[in-house]
């Protein structure tokens, strides 16, 4: 009977601890449309040879990403240009905004408010989102959990710190802010297997 008792338990650990560290589960798209990135600098790829990221991702899963990068943006500015964006009924906008919210001492509650309604209104309309996060300190990164939690609430498609492995390492950045080459491939690879599980049909 010990041997019993002692295997149920062992079973409900590993079954604790399985659920525990699984992979959320990464939503599908739930139309057709174009694959829209929509974000600042990063988005739009300062820093590179042309395109960033986003034409390395194009070329990775051969189908075209339009890319609405403006540098300098901030959330607030991101919501603004919002329905411009529904307009083009994309089926999945790759969402990277709050950087340059940090960088411009923009409280952090209006920055997560900010991208809270953005997430919302695209939902709303039929888009899937994509949300990748962005660095909120240079010792310590204030944004990652309230990034987290955004897309747990929204139960979104997510990426952390786009900036993770990059940022301060000198062959993968431009300036102090903006990858080149070489770093943008670093995300793509990052980015790449969630943005290709998202469109598999």
């Given at each position: 009977m010990k041997w019993f008792v002692a295997l149920a338990a062992g079973l409900t650990v590993l079954g604790a601890l399985f659920f525990l560290t699984r992979s959320p589960e990464i939503p599908k798209v739930t139309r057709d449309g174009p694959i829209v990135a929509f974000g600042d600098s990063l988005i739009y790829g300062t820093g590179s040879s042309g395109g960033g990221f986003v034409k390395m991702?194009?070329?990775?899963?051969?189908?075209?990403?339009v890319n609405l990068g403006i540098p300098g943006e901030t959330t607030g500015d991101g919501l603004k240009?919002?329905?411009?964006?529904?307009?083009?009924?994309?089926?999945?906008?790759?969402l990277l905004l709050g950087g340059n919210d940090y960088l411009r001492r923009i409280p952090q509650g209006e920055t997560f408010a900010n991208l809270e309604t953005i997430i919302q209104r695209l939902q709303e309309?039929?888009?899937?989102?994509?949300?990748?996060?962005?660095?909120?300190?240079v010792l310590r990164d204030n944004f990652a959990s309230r990034y987290e939690e955004l897309a747990e609430k929204f139960k979104v498609a997510y990426v952390h710190d786009v900036l993770d492995d990059t940022l301060g390492v000198p062959k993968y950045m431009d300036d102090q802010v903006h990858p080149n080459d070489a770093g943008y491939r670093v995300i793509a690879e990052r980015v790449y297997p969630v943005l290709a599980e998202m469109i598999e049909r």
């Open positions: 991702l194009e070329e990775k899963i051969q189908k075209p990403i240009r919002l329905e411009s964006v529904i307009g083009l009924k994309p089926s999945v906008v790759i309309d039929g888009v899937s989102v994509f949300l990748i996060g962005v660095r909120g300190g």
